[in-house]
């Protein structure tokens, strides 16, 4: 994560709900939410990620390719027929757009999750959970850490047996099978260490005081409400038929008016927060690195 993300600097409890609102109204199944969400996952995640972020769509695209084929393979749904397989069953348009909707929804999913875990770090989770739910909270900060760990211990496992010379003398399997072993090992004995030493800290004790750095401030709060304010506004409009959408057996929605227009200005509100946080921190630093020069 890029230090300059001033998002990421906000209280805990206002990353926590951005994500869980912009999760949970991602499960909507309508082009012009999944377009809107993928849009602002996409912005955010190339501005924290930087160059990881384009060379992990390496890996998404081929997903997202075999996502939105698998739907017109086994779904033969729909009234608009296009061609026909050789088994018989036709290929459809509803199910080609339903294939497309599934795979924008699972690139969401994976964009949000990926931003999610750069901006909700582990000690975050604890202060958020720690007096509510010890363990959970523990459990999800050692689940969150587990993968770039993982991988920070294999490279170091690699390149040690690579300095020992371990590596030219045995074939290709039996080396990732010593490696993978050594670094079951060695994350098993972690996730021990880790929790006794939590315990033997006092972590989850009755009356046991928490350390914390953060501090809610004026600017938290009105991120806060502007995300109350948009959300109940997206859900709203969810709920009535001026959004009103179906793949089958047709694909087909409501007219878009007024109301619509501005259901989803809401939810691109909400979409595009962290970098309109970000994007006002950079404001604010050039107009004060100018009367600088100015003064």
């Given at each position: 994560?890029?230090?300059?993300?001033?998002?990421?600097?906000?209280?805990?409890?206002?990353?926590?709900?951005?994500?869980?609102?912009?999760?949970?109204?991602?499960?909507?199944?309508?082009?012009?939410?999944?377009?809107?969400?993928?849009?602002?996952?996409?912005?955010?995640?190339?501005?924290?990620?930087?160059?990881?972020?384009?060379?992990?769509?390496r890996t998404l695209l081929p997903l997202l390719v075999?996502?939105?084929?698998?739907?017109?393979?086994?779904?033969?749904?729909?009234?608009?027929?296009?061609?026909?397989?050789?088994?018989?069953?036709?290929?459809?348009?509803?199910?080609?757009?339903?294939?497309?909707?599934?795979?924008?929804?699972?690139c969401c999913a994976v964009l949000w999750l990926g931003?999610?875990?750069?901006?909700?770090?582990?000690?975050?989770?604890?202060?958020?959970?720690?007096?509510?739910?010890?363990?959970?909270?523990?459990?999800?900060?050692?689940?969150?850490?587990?993968?770039?760990?993982?991988?920070?211990?294999?490279?170091?496992?690699?390149?040690?047996?690579?300095?020992?010379?371990?590596?030219?003398?045995?074939?290709?399997?039996?080396?990732?099978?010593?490696?993978?072993?050594?670094?079951?090992?060695?994350?098993?004995?972690?996730?021990?260490?880790?929790?006794?030493?939590?315990?033997?800290?006092?972590?989850?004790?009755?009356?046991?005081?928490?350390?914390?750095?953060?501090?809610?401030?004026?600017?938290?709060?009105?991120?806060?409400?502007?995300?109350?304010?948009?959300?109940?506004?997206?859900?709203?409009?969810?709920?009535?038929?001026?959004?009103?959408?179906?793949?089958?057996?047709?694909?087909?929605?409501?007219?878009?008016?007024?109301?619509?227009?501005?259901?989803?200005?809401?939810?691109?509100?909400?979409?595009?927060l962290p970098l309109l946080v970000d994007l006002a921190?950079?404001?604010?630093?050039?107009?004060?690195?100018?009367?600088?020069?100015?003064?």
């Amino acid at each position: 994560m890029d230090g300059r993300d001033a998002f990421s600097r906000c209280h805990p409890l206002v990353a926590f709900a951005f994500f869980a609102l912009v999760l949970l109204t991602m499960l909507v199944m309508r082009p012009a939410f999944l377009a809107i969400s993928l849009l602002g996952a996409a912005a955010y995640g190339a501005y924290l990620r930087r160059r990881r972020f384009w060379r992990m769509w390496r890996t998404l695209l081929p997903l997202l390719v075999l996502t939105a084929a698998v739907n017109p393979l086994f779904s033969h749904r729909g009234v608009t027929v296009l061609a026909y397989f050789p088994s018989g069953n036709p290929l459809t348009l509803e199910s080609i757009l339903y294939g497309l909707a599934a795979a924008a929804l699972l690139c969401c999913a994976v964009l949000w999750l990926g931003c999610c875990a750069d901006v909700m770090t582990t000690d975050k989770f604890v202060y958020l959970f720690g007096r509510l739910a010890p363990a959970l909270s523990l459990l999800l900060s050692m689940t969150l850490r587990f993968i770039p760990q993982v991988r920070r211990r294999h490279r170091t496992i690699s390149d040690a047996r690579d300095a020992m010379g371990g590596n030219g003398r045995s074939g290709a399997l039996r080396r990732r099978m010593a490696e993978l072993g050594i670094l079951t090992t060695w994350s098993l004995e972690g996730a021990v260490d880790t929790a006794d030493s939590m315990r033997s800290r006092g972590y989850g004790l009755p009356g046991r005081t928490l350390f914390s750095i953060y501090r809610f401030r004026r600017r938290d709060g009105m991120l806060l409400a502007v995300m109350a304010l948009c959300g109940a506004y997206t859900a709203w409009g969810c709920r009535s038929q001026a959004l009103a959408w179906s793949f089958y057996p047709r694909a087909q929605g409501a007219p878009l008016g007024a109301f619509a227009l501005s259901v989803y200005g809401a939810y691109g509100l909400l979409c595009s927060l962290p970098l309109l946080v970000d994007l006002a921190e950079e404001l604010r630093w050039a107009a004060a690195e100018r009367r600088a020069w100015n003064g």
